[in-house]
C-alpha cells in the first residue's frame, strides 16, 4: 500500500512581485485537486534566520564527513589523511 499525499509545499527560488505572482497562483488553482493556493509573504528577516541555519547545518555536515575522530588518540583528524593533528598518527598526544 502507498502513502497518500494531501498537499504539496512549493518554494520558489527567487522573491516574485505580486503582481507577476497572480498568473503562477492561477496556474497552481488550474491544476485537478488543487482546493486553495495561498501565497506567502516575503520576510526579510525570516529569510535571513532561515539561510543562517541552513549555512550552518550544511557546515557541520561537511565537517562531520571529512574529520573523523583518530582511532589512537581521539584527536581530530582529516579524513583520510592516516594521521590526526595531535599524534600524527603515532597514537601518543604531543
Known amino acids: 500500500m502507498t502513502d497518500r499525499h494531501c498537499g504539496y509545499l512549493v518554494t520558489l527560488a527567487e522573491d516574485v512581485r505580486e ?3 497572480r ?19 516575503a520576510d526579510p528577516m525570516v529569510e535571513t534566520m532561515l539561510k543562517g541555519r541552513i ?8 565537517r562531520d564527513h571529512l ?3 583518530c582511532e589512537h588518540c581521539g584527536g581530530v583528524g582529516f579524513l583520510g589523511s592516516g594521521a590526526c593533528s595531535v599524534c600524527k598518527g603515532s597514537g ?3
Open 67 to 69: 574529520f573523523t575522530a
Open 23 to 41: 498568473s503562477i497562483v492561477a496556474a497552481l488553482r488550474m491544476i485537478r485537486g488543487v482546493v486553495d493556493v495561498q501565497p506567502v509573504e
Open 92 to 94: 601518543k598526544r604531543t
Open 19 to 21: 503582481d507577476d505572482g
Open 55 to 62: 549555512r550552518n547545518n550544511l557546515f557541520v555536515a561537511m
